[in-house]
Nanobody, 125 residues
Framework: VQLQASGGGLVREGGSLKLSCAYS????????IGWFRQAPEKEREGVAY????????YYTDSVKGRFTISVDAAKKMVNLQMNSLKPEDTAVYYC???????????????????WGQGTLVTVSS
């Protein structure tokens, strides 16, 4: 199982970035994918999640209406489109995969089995 996040960078407040998580070695149909972020000296927090079926998405309140998680099955990518970025979105972003997960646990990093390396997003004011 491999996950590789990419797409981070420096953007001005109000701008947009698209993160991508390339996955391999497992059938996405059986896994929930989550995007997490970790700012300096803060705990890792969940940002967006997509269910095994790919039909249901969930977002933490602070990104609702601004971030969109989606699957590009042809390219084996799970994308996170981030719009209207704010300085508080600055963090290292990670993608993760969970084989067995219940909805109430979806936001907890400990629920995920596999992690990609992070990609840094910096939003300047």
């Amino acid at each position: 199982v491999q996950l590789q996040a990419s797409g981070g960078g420096l953007v001005r407040e109000g701008g947009s970035l698209k993160l991508s998580c390339a996955y391999s070695g497992f059938p996405l149909d059986y896994y929930t994918i989550g995007w997490f972020r970790q700012a300096p000296e803060k705990e890792r927090e969940g940002v967006a999640y997509i269910s095994r079926s790919g039909r249901t998405t969930y977002y933490t309140d602070s990104v609702k209406g601004r971030f969109t998680i989606s699957v590009d099955a042809a390219k084996k990518m799970v994308n996170l489109q981030m719009n209207s970025l704010k300085p508080e979105d600055t963090a290292v972003y990670y993608c993760a995969a969970a084989l067995r997960i219940i909805l109430t646990m979806i936001r907890f990093p400990s629920s995920y089995d596999y992690w990609g390396q992070g990609t840094l997003v910096t939003v300047s004011s």
